[in-house]
């Protein structure tokens, strides 16, 4: 069974930055579009970065500019830098990976999840 594990979650000050990782397990990692989404609660769930096979990236106007994925192809792991942080950035957040090469950063393109780790940003 594909597996994604998500850590890095944590407890930051505004501003600060943390780093997410995701170990992807039994799938065909460096072929496929991987992403990262984040839910808060009473929110619906919202696509915050995305990778596809060939590097290309997208991120919504809300994380432009402070957030990067990054992918490592011979380790099976996706990465999320999160840079100058903000207290509406708290949320859990969650790896997903696609069958495809290419997609885009809807929920639709994605059929495997992990379990989600939290990241909680003070003011």
């Known amino acids: 069974d594909v597996q994604l594990v998500e850590s890095g979650g944590g407890s930051v000050q505004a501003g600060g930055s943390l780093r997410l990782s995701c170990v992807v397990s039994?799938?065909?990692?460096?072929?496929?579009?991987m992403a990262w989404f984040r839910q808060a609660p009473g929110k619906k769930r919202e696509g915050v970065a995305m990778i596809d096979a060939d590097e290309y990236q997208s991120y919504p106007d809300s994380v432009q500019g402070r957030f990067t994925i990054s992918r490592d192809n011979d380790r099976n792991i996706l990465y999320l830098q999160m840079d100058t942080l903000k207290p509406e950035d708290t949320a859990t957040y969650y790896c997903?990976?696609?069958?495809?090469?290419?997609?885009?950063?809807?929920?639709?393109?994605?059929?495997?999840w992990g379990l989600g780790t939290q990241v909680t940003v003070s003011s």
């Open positions: 039994e799938y065909s990692f460096r072929d496929s579009i």
């Open positions: 997903a990976a696609g069958r495809g090469r290419y997609g885009a950063l809807l929920e639709s393109w994605y059929q495997y």
